[in-house]
């Protein structure tokens, strides 16, 4: 998440597990938007956001090990919430703590720059 200034506010992966209690990763989380859906969408309050296609998501241990890739595809419409943005839901493909993976999750997109 991007602040004033474009700083980062928070940057962090939430790696949920059945079999665990999960665990937070915050050291070389990227989730690179580097391209838009052609059409830009209104909020409530007139203010036009840029959405985002399929994305990857990557991050590392904090011992700079791999920890997880995923391609993530959004796959419904996005719907305005959270009181600035939109959210979505998403399938993923790609591999965690070494084995490969696919599921569906959550999207949460804000951008007021």
Do not use: K
């Not at 084995?99 to 959550?106: E, F, I, L, M």
Request: net charge negative; proline share 9%; with cysteine.
């Amino acid at each position: 998440m991007l602040g004033p200034g474009d700083l980062p506010v928070q940057r962090a992966a939430y790696l949920r597990c059945l079999d665990d209690d999960g665990a937070v990763y915050t050291r070389s989380v990227r989730f690179p938007v580097d391209a838009f859906l052609p059409e830009a969408s209104e909020t409530p309050d007139g203010y036009r956001m840029r959405l985002p296609p399929p994305l990857p998501l990557v991050c590392q241990t904090d011992r700079d090990e791999p920890l997880l890739w995923l391609e993530c595809t959004v796959q419904g419409d996005y719907h305005y919430g959270l009181g600035a943005g939109y959210s979505s839901w998403l399938r993923s493909d790609g591999h965690c703590q070494g084995r490969a993976v696919s599921g569906q999750g959550y999207l949460a997109f804000i951008n007021r720059r």
